[in-house]
């Protein structure tokens, strides 16, 4: 395994999308949906292609784009939330997640 691998990171990463996938999967009226969708998966997408990248600078791109598909993916998370189209336990459940996912990449690139 590279010293340079989160594999904390790729693993919240992934489960995000996949919560993700999975309330959408529940609830038809989501709004914004095919973009909650794409910046969930982006998310993860964008870490582990951070992580293949062969330097730094590379890599930390990559990583500063996953963090803003995140900060996208709680904005459209909240509109859904103030919308009552999502119950504030999984509103909050995925919030957290993607907080810590923000954090998690500042962590590894600041």
Do not use: C
Request: hydrophobic share 45%.
């Amino acid at each position: 395994m590279s010293p340079h691998r989160d594999l904390a990171l790729a693993d919240a990463a992934e489960k995000f999308a996949a919560a993700v996938v999975g309330l959408s999967d529940r609830t038809r009226r989501l709004l914004h949906r095919a973009q909650l969708l794409e910046s969930s998966q982006a998310v993860s997408a964008n870490v582990a292609e951070g992580f293949g990248r062969a330097t730094i600078p590379d890599r930390n791109y990559r990583l500063v784009v996953a963090r803003g598909e995140a900060e996208e993916s709680i904005r459209h998370l909240r509109a859904n939330l103030a919308g009552r189209r999502i119950e504030p336990a999984e509103y909050w459940a995925l919030h957290n997640l993607a907080v810590t996912i923000v954090k998690m990449v500042n962590s590894l690139i600041t």
